[in-house]
């Protein structure tokens, strides 16, 4: 399978812990997008790179929350300190233009 | 800042006639705008996008999408729908001028269209 692959599917943890989750992209896209989807609402975005530069991040994203892309392939989304609102999906996509973007399946992320 | 509205959570169609869901978008320069489609427990897929040129862009499945920019919309269009056409569809967009690196779409709540048999 050639689309974007991410992992784990599902993760339940307790308030305060951390959590991280990966994203592996089309391998030949050089973009990589984190967005975060809420019961009912469109994905949100949170981080933009390029390659292995963070070039974006939105106001969303708080000092919990960090993201790396080593050597510009895979990615990374860690949260620390994990609170119940941060229950949601977590979306990351992969682009090889600035054009479309294509997504993976998601992280359900459940913070009891 | 950019935007979108997808004015109707619902839209229920009979299998067979034409569909139209509604998307109208704000942004500063020029968009890039984008339909996708969401099945449950299913990530994001890509159906179709404007870039520049041809207001009718046509996409996956049978759908389209017709661009005015007068009326700044973007509505998603099919003329006969299949019970597998129903999901969850979202309208995107992207401000051409953002630029800096800022590439992210910003997405409408999205609108349940439903095909009855």
């Known amino acids: 399978d050639t689309g974007v692959s991410q992992n784990p599917r599902h993760k339940i943890t307790k308030r305060g812990q951390n959590v991280t989750f990966r994203c592996d992209p089309i391998?030949?896209?050089?973009?990589l997008y984190w967005y975060r989807q809420t019961l009912g609402q469109g994905p949100e975005f949170l981080t933009y790179?390029?390659?292995?530069?963070?070039?974006?991040k939105s106001r969303l994203l708080s000092d919990r929350f960090s993201a790396e892309r080593p050597k510009g392939s895979f990615s990374t989304l860690e949260i620390q300190r994990t609170e119940q609102g941060d229950s949601a999906m977590y979306l990351c996509a992969s682009s090889g233009t600035v054009y479309e973007q294509y997504f993976g399946p998601g992280t359900r992320l459940t913070v009891t | 800042a950019q935007s979108v509205a997808q004015p109707e959570d619902q839209v229920n169609v009979a299998e067979g006639n034409p569909l139209t869901v509604k998307c109208t978008y704000s942004v500063s320069g020029n968009p890039y705008l984008f339909w996708y489609v969401q099945y449950p427990n299913r990530g994001l897929q890509f159906l179709l996008k404007y870039i520049t040129g041809d207001n009718l862009v046509k996409g996956s499945y049978g759908f389209e999408a017709e661009f005015n920019k007068s009326q700044t919309s973007f509505h998603l269009k099919k003329p006969s729908a299949l019970v597998s056409d129903s999901a969850l569809y979202f309208c995107?967009?992207?401000?051409?001028?953002?630029?800096?690196?800022?590439?992210?779409?910003?997405f409408g709540k999205g609108t349940h269209l439903i095909i009855q048999p």
């Open positions: 995107a967009v992207r401000d051409y001028l953002s630029g800096g690196g800022a590439d992210g779409l910003t």
């Open positions: 391998s030949e896209h050089n973009r």
């Open positions: 790179f390029q390659n292995e530069a963070q070039l974006e």
